[in-house]
């Protein structure tokens, strides 16, 4: 879908969201050296990176402040009219107070609702402030950073209550957004993305020799190659690394 974006005869615009984080630099790292055509490069987080690559311009991005979510969309649109490809690269797992649950009596409603607000809620509203940008005619795509973990079929081992749930509801937003997608952008989509395990802050604290383990532009690579290779009937999906569907 991404070789149909860079068929266009101007050049791309794009939004990294999250790209303070590991996986959102790496994008942000492989989109300004491959050589495509970009007009604009949008990078949103909470706090302003050190550096920006040419064409590349930085909005505050909070997805617990929807004024914030609603005002760099309107930025965007203002400077750029519409999106080709937008990239949702935030997320939680832990910090200071929240540790992933090994077992139900580690249920805590606070830690949930941390999750979910950073891994589900704000997801959804900026689905809703940023899928509108998508091309009305022409393609386009909307990618969430999701997790393998999130699959319901695919949870053999549990724990994880809170960040595996907020996951699977993502997919479901995701799943969900792209049947009225379809109706109002017929040729853009929205999806999934599994990163596969990458060295970032995130997994830090969970690694381990079982998987096979990416620098975050290694694996922000891989993403962009999965991305050129789909096509529309794509939407509503979640796919990993190596562009294999992740299941439900
Ligand atoms: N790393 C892995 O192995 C792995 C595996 C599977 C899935 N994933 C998924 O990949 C995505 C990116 O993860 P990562 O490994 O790159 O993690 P990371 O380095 O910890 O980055 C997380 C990003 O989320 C942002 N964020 C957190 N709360 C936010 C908020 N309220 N508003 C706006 N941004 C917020 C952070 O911004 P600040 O800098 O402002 O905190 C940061 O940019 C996540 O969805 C994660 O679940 C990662």
Not at 71 to 98: P, S
Request: no cysteine.
């Amino acid at each position: 879908m991404l070789n149909n974006l860079t068929k266009t005869e101007r050049g791309l615009n794009i939004a990294i969201a999250g790209s303070s984080g590991g996986i959102g630099a790496g994008f942000i790292k492989q989109l300004a050296r491959s050589g495509a055509p970009i007009d604009h490069l949008f990078s949103l987080s909470r706090t302003q990176p050190a550096s920006m690559p040419v064409n590349g311009q930085w909005l505050r991005l909070d997805l617990e402040d929807e004024a914030t979510v609603e005002k760099a969309a309107t930025a965007i649109e203002e400077v750029a009219g519409q999106l080709d490809l937008i990239i949702l690269a935030t997320g939680i797992l832990h910090d200071k107070e929240l540790q992933p649950e090994k077992d139900w009596s580690q249920l805590d409603p606070e830690k949930l609702s941390k999750l979910f607000a950073i891994n589900t809620i704000g997801p959804a509203i900026f689905i809703k402030h940023f899928l509108p940008l998508l091309p009305r005619d022409g393609s386009g795509i909307l990618a969430a950073l999701s997790a393998r973990v999130g699959s319901i079929s695919d949870n053999r081992i549990g724990g994880w209550y809170g960040y595996r749930s907020s996951k699977a509801a993502l997919n479901q937003l995701i799943r969900t957004a792209s049947i009225e997608l379809a109706r109002k952008r017929k040729q853009a989509a929205i999806i999934g993305l599994h990163p596969g395990t990458v060295e970032t802050d995130l997994s830090a604290p969970f690694r381990n020799n079982r998987y096979k383990r990416f620098s975050p532009e290694e694996s922000a690579g891989y993403l962009l190659q999965v991305l050129g290779s789909l096509d529309r009937d794509a939407s509503g999906k979640v796919f990993d690394w190596q562009g294999e569907i992740v299941p439900e």
